[in-house]
């Protein structure tokens, strides 16, 4: 039977990982392209011009890293007691992520700074600085993704191999952190990949991912199928027909 600190566990579990999904939106797609371009130059100009947008763009990678690491702790203690293996492994895998994007959020911060004060690179160029500290910092990400990816896989195992969530939901899951892991690997791993496959790769984790939050916070997780009662022994006496 599901209780209602299950259920209060699986919704826990659901906020904290849309609080993930919501602000690596923020950050990753819409504050840090307006700040980190290519062109070392250009970022350089944008950060100096831009403090307060920068430091927003660090306090979201930050929002990041607290919300992963929630989500990765009330997964386990959501797991924990159907899929111990599965809930130990969805939350080491989310803590890596976690520490993937602190990582991150510590270059973002450091050409942030370099910006504000040139000095502190004394004798080097700031641009060039800056430049290092973008690729090091997207480069966090990109490494990352392979544990964006295999945190996926566990969760979606635990789906599929009990009947608490879809079982559909399950495959999804585990075809969208499978695809996550290709498209790391592709992207970082072999020179001149298309982008066209590299972001394909990747869409799957996306629905699977925002499937998961809709249904922690819509159903929770659902009560497990009740074991038939087995039929009393029947006990036969000496001298009694059987």
Sequence with gaps: ??????????RATGLAYLG????????????????????????????ATHPSLAAT????EMAIVITQAL??????????????????ATAAFGLVNAVAIMTSGIFMATAA????????????????????????????????ALFFGLWLIPMGWAAITTD??????????????????GSALLGWGVASAPSWLVE????????GEFWMIIYL?????????????SAPATTTHVGQPS
């Design 20 to 47: 993930l999904a919501l602000t690596g939106m923020a950050g990753f797609l819409v504050v840090r392209p307006q700040l980190f371009t290519p062109s070392p130059n250009e970022t350089l100009d944008n950060l």
């Design 200 to 207: 394909g790769l990747a869409f799957p984790a996306t629905v």
């Design 113 to 144: 700074a370099v910006a504000a004060d040139p000095g502190i690179v004394e004798g080097a160029s700031a641009t060039a600085a800056v430049g290092l500290l973008t690729h090091l910092s997207g480069a966090s990400w990109g490494l990352g």
């Design 217 to 229: 916070l819509t159903v929770g997780i659902r009560a497990p199928h009740a074991t038939p009662a």
């Design 71 to 88: 989500a990765a702790v009330w997964f386990y203690r959501l797991l924990r007691d159907i899929r111990p293996v599965a809930a130990f």
């Design 164 to 181: 608490r969530f879809p079982a559909a939901l399950g495959w999804v899951l585990i075809v969208g952190g499978v695809g996550y892991v």
């Design 57 to 60: 763009a660090v306090a979201l």
């Design 1 to 10: 039977m599901t209780t209602t600190a299950t259920v209060r566990t699986a």
